[in-house]
Protein backbone atom coordinates (compact mmCIF):
# COMPACT_ATOMS: atom_id res chain seq x y z
CA UNK A 1 0.00 0.00 0.00
CA UNK A 2 1.26 3.60 -0.77
CA UNK A 3 -0.40 7.08 -1.22
CA UNK A 4 0.21 10.24 -2.12
CA UNK A 5 -1.05 13.70 -0.32
CA UNK A 6 -1.62 16.82 -2.69
CA UNK A 7 -1.89 19.42 0.21
CA UNK A 8 -2.38 22.02 -2.03
CA UNK A 9 -5.48 20.30 -3.18
CA UNK A 10 -6.52 18.03 0.05
CA UNK A 11 -6.61 15.15 -2.09
CA UNK A 12 -5.58 11.81 -1.26
CA UNK A 13 -4.52 8.80 -3.40
CA UNK A 14 -4.30 5.74 -1.88
CA UNK A 15 -2.91 2.43 -3.95
CA UNK A 16 -3.89 -0.90 -2.17
CA UNK A 17 -1.79 -3.05 -4.93
CA UNK A 18 -0.30 -2.94 -8.46
CA UNK A 19 -2.78 -4.07 -10.65
CA UNK A 20 -3.81 -3.19 -14.45
CA UNK A 21 -6.15 -0.51 -14.66
CA UNK A 22 -9.40 -0.65 -15.66
CA UNK A 23 -11.84 1.81 -14.50
CA UNK A 24 -13.23 4.03 -11.74
CA UNK A 25 -16.35 4.32 -10.06
CA UNK A 26 -17.52 7.52 -7.21
CA UNK A 27 -18.91 5.74 -4.76
CA UNK A 28 -19.48 8.91 -2.87
CA UNK A 29 -19.16 12.72 -4.08
CA UNK A 30 -15.29 13.41 -3.91
CA UNK A 31 -14.33 9.45 -3.27
CA UNK A 32 -12.98 7.23 -6.67
CA UNK A 33 -12.32 3.88 -6.27
CA UNK A 34 -9.96 2.49 -8.84
CA UNK A 35 -10.34 -0.66 -10.03
CA UNK A 36 -8.59 -3.37 -11.99
CA UNK A 37 -9.47 -5.61 -15.06
CA UNK A 38 -11.35 -8.33 -13.09
CA UNK A 39 -13.19 -5.09 -11.21
CA UNK A 40 -11.06 -6.07 -7.57
CA UNK A 41 -10.06 -2.43 -6.12
CA UNK A 42 -6.90 -1.44 -6.34
CA UNK A 43 -7.03 2.32 -4.94
CA UNK A 44 -9.04 5.20 -3.27
CA UNK A 45 -9.03 8.56 -4.75
CA UNK A 46 -10.40 11.59 -2.14
CA UNK A 47 -10.51 14.43 -4.50
CA UNK A 48 -11.39 17.40 -1.91
CA UNK A 49 -11.64 17.37 1.62
CA UNK A 50 -9.45 14.15 1.96
CA UNK A 51 -8.22 15.96 5.37
CA UNK A 52 -11.60 15.72 6.86
CA UNK A 53 -12.20 11.91 6.31
CA UNK A 54 -8.37 11.29 7.01
CA UNK A 55 -6.02 12.12 9.71
CA UNK A 56 -2.92 13.06 7.09
CA UNK A 57 -0.55 13.53 9.64
CA UNK A 58 -1.20 10.17 11.04
CA UNK A 59 -0.89 8.20 7.80
CA UNK A 60 2.60 10.24 7.01
CA UNK A 61 3.71 9.08 10.29
CA UNK A 62 2.22 5.35 9.81
CA UNK A 63 5.56 4.21 7.68
CA UNK A 64 3.35 3.47 4.87
CA UNK A 65 5.41 4.59 1.76
CA UNK A 66 4.21 7.70 -0.34
CA UNK A 67 3.85 7.47 -4.10
CA UNK A 68 6.39 8.96 -5.93
CA UNK A 69 5.00 11.68 -7.64
CA UNK A 70 5.17 10.76 -11.28
CA UNK A 71 2.86 8.01 -10.10
CA UNK A 72 0.64 10.23 -8.75
CA UNK A 73 0.62 12.33 -12.61
CA UNK A 74 0.12 8.42 -14.22
CA UNK A 75 -2.82 7.62 -11.89
CA UNK A 76 -4.72 10.27 -12.34
CA UNK A 77 -4.03 10.31 -16.86
CA UNK A 78 -5.14 6.86 -17.08
CA UNK A 79 -8.77 7.65 -15.48
CA UNK A 80 -9.30 10.14 -18.00
Known sequence: ?????DAAHDALL????DATYDNSK???PGFVVDLDDAGRPMGLDIYFDASKFVDIEALKKSGIAPLPPVE?????????
Open 72 to 80: RRRAAAKKR
Open 14 to 17: ITFR
Open 26 to 28: EIF
Open 1 to 5: MRYSY
